[in-house]
């Protein structure tokens, strides 16, 4: 019967974003009835290496939630070509258009809405696909009512969406919460943007929203005005269920700044507005030539994928515990422990897409054998690829690539450079103050060079039509003697020791030291 | 006596008057267009009255422009809304309710004309919503416009070109304002003036398919069969197969019967509770010589329904044309008589459809498709 379209990505916008989401999640899937409905949410622009805003609080949501939820998930890389027309990180238009293309076309209605609402039939028992499946064609607006912070955060079990729904109903009347603020037409109400339900025919007719509209507000605005237009009026269903909505003010939103706030233009967007349609846009909007993924919460979760990839290249425990060491005298010492690493390694590549590519510098033949099943484990179909350059490692592994390490980097959407000693067996014990050999010394050499390269050319040599730095990971590269070489060109966080890995772009550094180390590596001196 | 008072007692006079007016007798419907102005007035009162706060006055205002004029939708869900407010829910849902039916009934404007002119129904409260808007707001284009659409489609053109107009000082030259102010001349019947209007759109824009009709009803008006139908195939041409609603509304002006039995199928089968589809598919097959199916027929106790049951022969013309109540019914049953006689008596298909060319609207389906049958059969 309905898509809910939402939008935002896995960062901190306003306050107590986690709990008013998953509140919201809950309670838009607590009044689906129909089997095609469905909550489309666009997770735009979230780093690369974090999960999705719904994966990371997925233990927080209904299993009805799970299951209706689509999540398409647009890349920083997809958003990239943007990224200087705005000085927002998260795309309402865009985000809602690229949901719409991909909206379940069965469904007669479009919901647009935001993850901090709830939506309470005042019929209970009533789902909100009985009520718009009973409505005549139009364009449908609620008023907003406003629920005080105080009264969600403290009272609302998150994963309890039917007690919610009737905590609202007693608080309406109890508190006096239910004030409906009437606007101008074509807005009708204010904060008209919570609930805007419209015929998915008429959104496709209409072009979606303005993807010119990249500074914030009044896509909600602009949308009525162009509908109200396209169907003559604006209809309410305010007799048929009210809104609420999670206030959240204590801290302002990144797209908050009060009289200073940034915003898309009144009189164009709204009050010039003289057609519903978009020509400019017809063909482009919602992004139909982009490959959009989406990821599931009730299937084949990150979680599935690690755990498959990992089972599929290490082998259990058979000791309570192994032990290693980051005392200053075992600095030279590069043993570690791969079935301890891989899982940390692995970590840092599950969240990007399953078509990425991965350019494997390393020393130790196992690290590539292991990390090899882990990656087509967790589903991953991007090919590695293994420079010539790295002597002593496989050649024959499926989804494994060899070639001249200059043909290869522009290829690689993503770099792993591992720091080892090639003639550590399974079974040694890890620093304990082992020397590398002549053999081991000769190849860390090699590798040295080729990351010194790699992250000094990483601008010149992406993959066509990429914008965006690759990342760089580290595996064994924290308080040993590759720790400053890593650190000088890629720009890594402070990890545990206990993680052997590091992980980050390369650095930009404008010093003089910054300049020669880009001049050596690019050079390889 | 305070100001709300006196405001409450001049609404409960005027109402008294008004009802006087109307007359002990007086039918639904009889001097509409009288009619739906006093219901417009007993509107715009209601509501100053309502948000004064004496709802009970208001409501009967409300009950009065709605008895006036039955399918005032929004005075009928003013008066849910008020009824809600005062706490009586099941009165107000029941409102609410009687809204929605009267819109669910009012069947939208032909899916291949321009959409402002797809609108259907009272847009009273359209007008005076964008009439407070234009209180505050007076140099932007909106407002002119959506009050304009919403006198356009209530059946007021010259208000609406006037609204048009005033757009056309604020934003000289936007197209999309020209492109709606020829359809209130074509409303108008000023075809040459909607002709020259529209012909600086379609120039400036040529893909522009909702222009293209514009100019096909302009050139319909003034009889220029050919030009029109060159418009009418280039907007075809133009909009993809998922219109096929609107696809085969072109078809069927063109009296393309092939195309459009085609394009219709699908149409029906996303919108089998229209018995207008229904019904022009039964006008294709009559057309192509093809025998009507079952799957067409329908009860034949409402408009268009009839239609289908004279083309079944289970409605005679004169029970149709009983329940021709307007222009636009007369110029269908015209259609549909036409249809069902040129096969045995082809003089009288041309007179009915001469007659439609005659006295109905060029933007019409039957009107162009009644040309389109006159030339065909050389009249």
């Known amino acids: 019967m309905f898509s809910v379209i939402l939008y935002g990505r896995n960062d901190s916008h306003g306050y107590n974003l986690h709990k008013r989401a998953a509140i919201s999640f809950n309670a838009l899937a607590e009044v689906m009835s129909d089997p095609d409905d469905e909550i489309l949410f666009v997770d735009y622009n979230t780093p690369e290496d974090h999960p999705t805003f719904p994966e990371a609080i997925h233990d927080t949501l209904t299993d009805k939630a799970k299951k209706v939820m689509r999540v398409l998930r647009v890349r920083p890389e997809q958003h990239a070509h943007l990224k200087s027309k705005t000085h927002l990180v998260a795309l309402e238009c865009q985000s809602r258009n690229i949901a719409l293309r991909r909206s379940n076309p069965n469904n007669r209605w479009i919901l647009y809405t935001n993850t901090d609402m709830l939506l309470v039939p005042r019929v209970e028992g009533e789902s909100l696909s009985d009520i718009l499946g009973a409505v005549p064609d139009g364009f449908y607006q609620i008023p907003r009512f406003e629920l005080p912070e105080m009264l969600w955060e403290a009272a609302f079990d998150r994963r309890d969406p039917a007690d919610n729904l009737r905590k609202l109903r007693d608080w309406s009347v109890r508190f006096h919460l239910n004030q409906v603020v009437h606007n101008f037409m074509p807005m009708k109400y204010d904060a008209l943007g919570d609930f805007q339900a419209a015929l998915r025919d008429d959104m496709f007719a209409i072009h979606g929203f303005d993807e010119e509209m990249v500074l914030g507000w009044h896509c909600d605005s602009n949308l009525a005005a162009r509908l109200a237009l396209y169907r003559g009026r604006v209809d309410t269903l305010i007799d048929k269920l009210f809104g609420y909505h999670c206030d959240h003010t204590r801290v302002a939103a990144a797209n908050n700044k009060g009289r200073q706030t940034k915003m898309n233009d009144q009189d164009r967007y709204i009050w010039d507005v003289s057609t519903p349609y978009l020509p400019a846009q017809a063909d482009s909007w919602g992004w139909p030539d982009v490959t959009i993924e989406e990821v599931r919460l009730d299937r084949e979760t990150s979680y599935q994928r690690f755990t498959a990839g990992l089972d599929a290249a290490i082998a259990p425990a058979t000791v309570p515990y192994t032990t290693t060491s980051l005392e200053w005298q075992l600095y030279d010492d590069l043993t570690y422990d791969l079935p301890h690493t891989l899982p940390f390694v692995c970590d840092q590549v599950l969240t990007f897409p399953r078509s990425t590519s991965v350019l494997i510098g390393a020393t130790r033949a196992d690290f590539v054998t292991s990390f090899a099943k882990a990656w087509k484990g967790m589903g991953f179909t991007g090919t590695l690829l293994v420079p010539d350059e790295c002597e002593g490692l496989p050649s024959d592994l499926p989804g494994v690539k060899r070639g001249p390490f200059k043909e290869l980097i522009n290829q690689a959407h993503l770099f792993i450079f591992e720091f080892g000693i090639a003639t550590q067996r399974p079974d040694e014990p890890v620093r304990c103050g082992r020397l590398a050999s002549p053999v081991d010394e000769k190849r860390l050499k090699m590798l040295a060079k080729l990351f010194r390269q790699a992250t000094a050319t990483e601008h010149e040599t992406r993959p066509t039509g990429r914008r965006l730095p690759r990342r760089f990971i580290g595996v064994n590269v924290i308080y040993n003697k590759y720790w400053p070489l890593f650190t000088d060109h890629v720009g890594a966080n402070i990890n545990p020791f206990c993680s052997q890995v590091l992980a980050g772009i390369p650095r930009e550094d404008p010093s003089l030291r910054g300049k020669v180390l880009r001049f050596r590596g690019r050079h390889a001196v | ?379």
């Open chain 2, 1 to 379: 006596m305070t100001d709300v008072g006196i405001l409450s007692k001049l609404s409960e006079s005027l109402r008294v008057k008004w009802r006087e007016r109307s007359g002990p007798n007086r039918k639904a419907g009889d001097g509409k267009p009288k009619a739906d102005t006093e219901a417009d007035k007993l509107f715009l009162r209601a509501r100053v009255i309502a948000r004064s706060g004496d709802i009970d006055m208001a409501l009967r205002l409300y009950a009065d422009a709605a008895a006036l004029s039955p399918q005032f939708d929004a005075a009928v869900e003013a008066q849910g809304e008020l009824l809600d407010l005062a706490g009586r829910r099941e009165a107000a849902m029941a409102k609410y309710a009687e809204a929605r039916r009267i819109r669910a009934a009012m069947r939208q404007g032909a899916p291949d004309r321009p959409f402002a002119v797809r609108h259907r129904g009272n847009f009273r409260a359209e007008v005076s919503s964008y009439d407070t808007v234009l209180g505050s707001l007076k140099k932007n284009a909106l407002p002119y416009i959506a009050r304009g659409n919403a006198y356009l489609a209530g059946g007021k053109p010259a208000q609406a070109l006037l609204d048009y107009e005033h757009a056309l000082k604020l934003k000289p030259g936007l197209l999309d304002v020209q492109a709606i102010k020829a359809e209130a001349l074509l409303a108008m019947g000023k075809y040459d003036e909607a002709l020259t209007t529209i012909d600086a759109v379609v120039t400036a824009r040529p893909s522009d398919s909702e222009a293209l009709s514009t100019r096909s009803v302009a050139l319909m008006g003034l009889g220029r069969l050919d030009d029109a139908n060159a418009d009418l195939n280039r907007q075809l041409a133009l909009l993809p197969t998922s219109q096929a609603t609107a696809r085969a509304c072109i078809a069927l002006r063109l009296a393309a019967y092939e195309l459009a039995h085609a394009e219709l199928d699908s149409v029906i089968a996303k919108h089998p509770e229209d018995a207008y589809w229904r019904l022009y598919q039964a006008t294709a097959r009559l057309r192509l010589g093809q025998p009507l199916t079952a799957a067409q027929a329908a009860t034949p106790d409402s408009w268009p329904a009839l239609l289908l049951s004279f083309l079944f022969g289970r409605a005679s013309e004169e029970e149709v044309l009983a329940q021709a109540d307007s222009d636009g019914r007369r110029a269908e049953a015209w259609f549909q008589f036409g249809a069902h006689q040129v096969a045995h008596d082809p003089e009288s298909a041309k007179r009915r459809w001469r007659q439609i060319v005659d006295y109905a609207a060029p933007s019409m389906i039957e009107h162009a498709a009644a040309r389109n049958e006159l030339k065909r059969i050389g009249a």
